[in-house]
């Protein structure tokens, strides 16, 4: 019996043992195949993400000359602006014409009103009235007291003929001695003193004469000085009708009625509207490569006109410079002051560089990571750029691509946690 209960349970035991090691050698496995399994999976990289082709802008590296421009916003403006003043102090009383009338030098624009000024103008006028007719009584007074003078003279020359006759008569007489020596010296006397009489009167009526007509001169003078206030406060008054004082085009008014105006104060703008200039608004970051006398080109969106830089503001304002296009070129249909252009200046021109479209964000000098297509054009991969010379829709390479290399110049920054993207 002991015998045959051994020999039962030794088979039992083998079994079990079997069992035990298949167990640990599955579970070996089953461990190994994960530990794999994990390692690749960590070693596989990322998918990148997709993006549809037609929404990028691409462009291709290229060799050859390279146009450097800046480019500005700004307006059309008149290259003469006749501002009209206000020729004295006044109230505002009719506005006849309105902005964008054709206007010419007679034609007024405001009309003033001033009290005083009128009556100063009628005072003058009195002031003449009265001072023409002093010099009429002046004149009289003068021709009355000349003729008196005269006829004074006139009998003191008659007295003296008659007194010379007899002084002669009787010198004939005395030297026959048919008269005494006393009586000849009392005729002789007469005459002497009626010549001297009438020499002193023809003095006294040469002073007479010099008096009046410096009197007559005097009113005269105060007279035209009259004359010429009269007519300047005429001037002032007819003035307070301020008319355009030149042809162009109204531009602007900046009174209304009722308005109290200064002296020299501005009422109005008259431009010639076929002579205008452009204004352009260039980054004071770029403005340091504009200068007189470059090449522009003014687009007014009807039309591109050339021109030449004439002038740039020294000052910066609101970040960018000011800087004046005369243009040389006939103006388009529609143009006229206040007209919102485009304008590029040509700063430059590169003869043999490698340049490629300037990316959306660009700076001269600086560098920046792209998006390189692939040679299949599926996939793209990012590589840093050494970026040179800037212009409007170019820019200079400097390392970083060479020709053919295709590029991605949208904004990517979407994307900036990728190294690579798939174009769809």
């Not at 002046?138 to 009998?155: C, E, G, T």
Request: charged share 25%; proline share 5%; glycine share 8%.
């Amino acid at each position: 019996m002991h015998g045959s209960k051994v020999c039962m349970d030794f088979p039992r035991q083998n079994v079990t043992r079997r069992r035990i090691v298949r167990r640990l050698v599955v579970g070996t496995i089953v461990v190994g195949a994960i530990s794999v399994t994990t390692a690749v999976t960590s070693r596989l990289k990322p998918a990148p993400p997709s993006v549809d082709k037609a929404t990028v802008w691409i462009d291709t590296v290229k060799r050859g000359p390279m146009l450097r421009e800046v480019r500005g916003l700004g307006t059309l403006v008149p290259e003469e602006l006749f501002h009209v003043p206000a020729p004295s102090d006044g109230r505002v009383a009719e506005v006849p014409v309105l902005p964008g009338t054709q206007v010419s030098e007679d034609t007024i624009l405001v009309e003033l009103r001033n009290p005083d000024l009128q009556q100063q103008a009628m005072d003058a006028e009195w002031s003449l009235q009265a001072a023409e007719s002093d010099l009429i009584n002046l004149k009289a007074q003068s021709r009355s007291a000349r003729l008196n003078q005269r006829s004074n003279l006139a009998s003191l020359e008659a007295q003296y003929r008659n007194a010379k006759a007899k002084g002669d008569r009787d010198e004939v007489l005395y030297k026959q001695g048919l008269m005494l020596e006393l009586d000849y010296r009392l005729s002789k006397s007469t005459v002497e003193e009626l010549s001297n009489q009438l020499g002193i009167e023809k003095e006294r009526g040469q002073a007479l004469a010099d008096s009046l007509d410096a009197q007559l001169a005097s009113k005269e003078t105060s007279i035209r000085q009259l004359h010429a206030m009269v007519d300047t406060k005429h001037q002032q008054v007819e003035a307070l009708k301020v008319r355009a004082g030149a042809t162009g085009v109204l531009q602007q008014v900046l009174v209304q009625v009722g308005q109290r105006i200064a002296p020299g104060a501005d009422l109005a703008i008259v431009v010639q509207p076929r002579k205008l200039k452009a204004e352009l608004k260039i980054p004071e970051t770029q403005a340091k490569d504009v200068e007189i006398g470059q090449i522009a080109n003014i687009d007014t969106r009807n039309g591109v006109i050339p021109g030449r830089v004439s002038r740039i503001d020294p000052a910066v304002l609101n970040g960018s410079v000011d800087v004046d296009v005369r243009l040389l070129g006939p103006l388009p249909l529609g143009a006229r002051p206040d007209l919102s252009i485009d304008g590029n200046i040509e700063i430059e021109r590169l003869t043999d560089v490698l340049y490629t479209g300037r990316p959306v964000i660009a700076t001269a000098g600086g560098s920046i990571s792209l998006f390189k297509l692939g040679g299949d054009g599926k996939e793209a991969g990012r590589v840093k750029v050494k970026l040179g010379r800037t212009s409007v829709n170019t820019v200079e390479i400097v390392d970083g691509l060479k020709i053919g290399d295709h590029v991605i110049l949208s904004d990517m920054s979407a994307w900036d946690s990728f190294d690579r993207i798939r174009l769809n």
